[in-house]
């Protein structure tokens, strides 16, 4: 299980073919990368801003809750704070387990945790100056309604 | 004396990330109203508390919460991560 925090982009490649190496009994390798979006053509940048001590520790619960729920071999986390580009690559998750629904499934359920429990915040910087923070969605918080046990 | 931190636009509209605050708040809405009669930035960024979430020493918590042996409260709105 690893968990990284970090302003320097990432190798999604290069992470992948490093992740769950060399286990035979593994089935199923599921992935998910965020970009920073820019529907409108408006956007200049994003900023995203974090709590330290607190995102590694929200990150580990949230990663921990994975593996009491599913059975993984591997499950990487790897998300970006700082000053981010339409096109940048936010952050991406991975999963490894014997078969391809625990590693969907947990690879949902660290999206849908990450997006609302974990401590980042996103203002959007547009090409004319004007700034946004990003507003929580009301279908974020739902999400993890189909989680509960 | 407890460490109080802002983030995204509670830390703009407060002026600042951090500071050390002296109160004898028993509970964290006792610790938003010392801070709301301050001054009027306090008071603006504290005005919808269905706004805000808050974290005691780094977990999620609730308003009606006790600060009894807290060492850091934070303030921020919902997180937007992922």
Redesign the interface.
């Known amino acids: 299980m690893k968990v990284r925090v970090q302003t320097e982009a990432f190798d999604q490649g290069a992470e992948l073919s490093g992740f769950a190496q060399g286990r035979s009994d593994l089935g199923a390798v599921v992935s998910f990368t ?1 970009i920073v979006r820019d529907e409108a053509g408006t956007l200049d940048r994003m900023e995203i ?1 974090h ?1 330290p ?2 995102t590694e ?2 990150i580990g619960a949230i990663v921990e809750e994975a593996t009491r729920r599913w059975s993984l071999a591997d499950c990487l986390v790897i ?1 970006r704070h700082g000053p981010l580009r339409p096109g940048d690559q ?2 991406m998750v991975a999963t490894a387990s014997a078969h391809r629904v625990a590693a969907f499934e947990a690879a949902e359920f660290l ?1 849908d945790y ?10 959007e910087i547009t090409k004319d100056g004007s700034t946004d ?4 969605k009301v279908n ?2 739902d999400a993890l309604k189909r989680w509960e046990e | 004396m407890i460490d109080v931190m802002y983030f995204a636009w509670v830390r703009e509209r407060i002026g600042e990330p951090r500071e050390r605050v002296e109160t004898s708040a028993a509970t964290v809405a006792e610790l938003v109203d010392e801070l709301r009669a301050r001054e009027p930035r306090y008071a603006a960024a504290f005005e919808d508390l269905s706004a805000l979430r808050v974290a005691l020493d780094q977990e999620l918590s609730d308003f009606d919460a006790s600060l009894e042996g807290v060492r850091e409260v934070a303030f921020f709105p919902p997180m937007t991560g992922g």
Do not use: N, T
């Open positions: 965020g801003e709590y001590g607190m520790k929200a998300h936010i952050m999206m990450l997006k609302s429990r974990a401590p980042f915040w996103k203002k923070w990003v507003d929580a974020d918080e």
